[in-house]
């Protein structure tokens, strides 16, 4: 019990670095962004924590087995059989998402029910079902760190090799996000 709560802590920190790491990404690709995240309020930090989560490969499929049998959308789900969730498939979906391989904050601004359509932490309510309850704290952890390298910290991106993989799990920027000469904003 003792080792499966330490790895309950360990396991989210690795996770949101692994965010925090895109979300860097995101502001050296998108600089248009970063100079609105600049000036942005909280609205324009959520929406393009939001972004991040659904444009990255962060997750690409989540796994489970079927306890018994049932049929859903004439789709039979047999007991025993492992069924994978296509989480990328789904963030990146034409039919949900309008472009779904730009990147653009602002798709957020339109309030909707995304219970079950949008889903990097797992889908549905997180008190009844699957959804992850650590949802909110990752979205506060990604602003404040945005909030510090866009306003607390000057720093340099060199020459590096920022591809990432879609067939690597979980994938991360070959060179990471390397960053040089960060100097305290004053
Ligand atoms: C990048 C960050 C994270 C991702 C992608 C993520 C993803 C997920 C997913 C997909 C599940 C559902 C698994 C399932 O039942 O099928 C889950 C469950 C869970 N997550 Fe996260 N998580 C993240 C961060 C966090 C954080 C920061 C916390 C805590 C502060 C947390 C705590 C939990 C807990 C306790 C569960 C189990 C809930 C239950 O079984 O009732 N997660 N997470």
């Known amino acids: 019990m003792a080792a499966k709560e330490l790895i309950n802590v360990i396991r989210p ?20 962004c970063h100079e609105e995240l600049m000036h942005g309020d909280n609205n324009y930090f959520e929406m393009f924590v939001q972004e991040v989560r659904r444009y990255y490969p962060f997750t690409p499929f989540l796994g489970a087995r079927v306890h018994k ?33 730009e990147f653009r904050p602002g798709r957020f601004k339109e309030q909707k029910d995304r219970t079950f359509s949008f889903i990097p932490q797992g889908g549905g309510d997180p008190g009844k079902g699957h959804r992850c309850p650590g949802e909110g704290i ?10 510090f390298l866009v306003n607390k910290v000057d720093f340099e991106v060199p020459e590096q090799d920022l591809t990432y993989s879609l067939s690597r799990i979980p994938t991360l920027p070959e060179s990471g996000f ?9």
Not at 141 to 147: G, H, L, V
């Open 13 to 32: 920190i690795v996770a949101i670095s692994t965010y925090i790491t895109f979300t860097a990404l995101a502001m050296y690709e998108h600089p248009e």
């Open 69 to 101: 049998d049932f049929v859903w959308n004439q789709y039979e789900f047999k007991k025993g059989v492992l069924v994978l969730l296509d989480v990328y498939g789904m963030n990146h979906d034409s039919q949900i998402w309008s472009d779904p391989d």
């Open 138 to 147: 990752t979205i506060e952890m990604m602003k404040a760190s945005i909030n």
């Open 178 to 186: 390397i960053m040089k000469n960060i100097r305290k904003k004053l």
